[in-house]
């Protein structure tokens, strides 16, 4: 066995870096929730505190009071917790719109460790504490319903009891058992003293928490060229100058690393991570990203109308980007082709401000829903009335300021009005299904 292990072909390095625990993270345990359909844990965050000194956290989610929701029960609840609060309302909005989760800490003789890697290098960093973050039903725990009944029950149960004895023992304290509960009593007024300090949540995949995760990844070191000592590049140069760029690898990128990356490639990267973004918020990113603040607004511009359309004022990456040539669909297979077109007529209904159903235009494109959905989340999102709307609808005005302004508008509109009628001739030319 020995030499069989001897034997094996080391196909390929990966180098290990690891960080120092100098960044104290907390590893967040929820209760187990399908996240398929869990929109609670997928809604905004209304709050987030923490206790540094005595490490407690708690994170509040919002309710939807629309749908699914008694707005008269959760007022009820509401005016009941003010009245034995003596702080101020834990419910401004007069209902309890928002569930709490708070920590608990967890014992473990194991030191857990969080890993990053993109395929090229692996980064771990160990985690200060894992907590398990439970429901705090505090509407719940000071209103009891079940208060009436129990004492009517314990009335019940001394009306039977008179006629018996009472008795009473007492146990013999260990020694040192008073000191322990006067310590215990004194941790607890520590902790109920310590103020709460607000912190300030960033969604898990938002271009802002890849700051976070810059902060313990250990940059790569120099390494000098073995043909040319004289130059000195490092190893994320080396790798990405022809690195194929696509909406996985995007997502996979720090900040630092996509400094290395030319300015077209920077751009495309920050349009598969942003989905939709305007002009002025592009070209911040980018300077956060390493691009000179110099940087001519035109020469960006160029890059940008060769993989990217204007919609709205807002930019969003070609459909040619998203499903390159020669490839296929992630669900069913459908062609790129079809996929092309498909995206580029969703967008031309929400820019139209057309009413887009997804099980139309399934049938109108013979795609799955799926692939539909798929689609749509690209460039739109389901708003409070379960109509899509464009990711972006606002105008922040940055692109009209631009010498050739009315230029670019003059040509993303002729390229809309000509691949508004290539979708029309392709519906028009595609066979139609027999009806059984």
């Not at 209902?95 to 989760?101: A, G, K, N, T």
Request: charged share 30%; aromatic share 6%.
């Amino acid at each position: 066995m020995d030499n069989e292990t001897y034997d094996d072909e080391i196909i390929k390095e990966i180098p290990v870096y690891l960080s120092n625990d100098a960044m104290k993270l907390l590893l967040l345990h929820y209760p187990t929730r399908l996240s398929k359909n869990d929109q609670l844990l997928s809604s905004n965050v209304t709050q987030c505190k923490y206790k540094s000194e005595c490490e407690e956290l708690e994170i509040s989610y919002a309710l939807d009071t629309d749908q699914n929701y008694d707005k008269g029960h959760g007022q009820e609840l509401a005016a009941e917790m003010d009245k034995t609060s003596k702080d101020k309302s834990s419910y401004p909005s007069g209902m309890v719109d928002h569930l709490s989760f708070e920590s608990h800490n967890t014992s473990s003789n194991t030191t857990d460790m969080i890993m990053y890697t993109s395929g090229k290098s692996i980064h771990l960093c160990p985690l200060k504490k894992t907590m398990n973050m439970l429901p705090k039903l505090s509407h719940i725990d000071k209103i009891d319903p079940k208060d009436e009944n129990k004492k009517a029950s314990q009335n019940e149960s001394e009306e039977e009891d008179e006629e018996s004895e009472q008795i009473m023992a007492k146990f013999k304290d260990r020694p040192g058992k008073k000191s322990e509960k006067k310590k215990m009593q004194e941790m607890v007024k520590q902790r109920a003293m310590e103020p709460w300090i607000d912190l300030n949540f960033v969604p898990n995949g938002h271009y802002f928490s890849r700051g976070e995760l810059d902060k313990f990844m250990l940059p790569y070191s120099n390494r000098i060229d073995q043909k040319d000592p004289d130059i000195t590049i490092t190893k994320v140069e080396k790798e990405v100058i022809n690195e194929n760029i696509n909406a996985i690898r995007s997502r996979q990128l720090s900040k630092n690393e996509i400094k290395s990356f030319s300015l077209e490639k920077k751009i495309k990267i920050l349009l598969f991570n942003a989905k939709m973004i305007s002009t002025k918020m592009l070209i911040n990113l980018l300077h956060k990203c390493g691009v000179p603040s110099d940087e001519s607004v035109t020469t960006i511009l160029t890059h940008l109308k060769e993989m990217a359309v204007l919609v709205r004022g807002n930019w969003t990456l070609k459909s040619e980007e998203l499903y390159p040539d020669n490839t296929i669909s992630s669900h069913f297979g459908l062609s790129f082709e079809v996929m092309r077109l498909l995206r580029d007529y969703i967008i031309h209904l929400l820019d139209s401000e057309q009413i887009v159903n997804r099980k139309n235009i399934g049938k109108i494109f013979n795609a799955p829903a799926e692939e539909v959905k798929d689609v749509l989340n690209s460039v739109a999102v389901l708003d409070k009335t379960k109509t899509w709307k464009l990711l972006v609808t606002d105008n922040d005005g940055f692109l009209e300021t631009v010498d050739n302004y009315n230029e670019i508008c003059k040509e993303q509109s002729d390229w809309w009005t000509t691949r508004v009628k290539q979708i029309n001739t392709w519906l028009e030319q595609k066979p139609k299904k027999n009806s059984m």
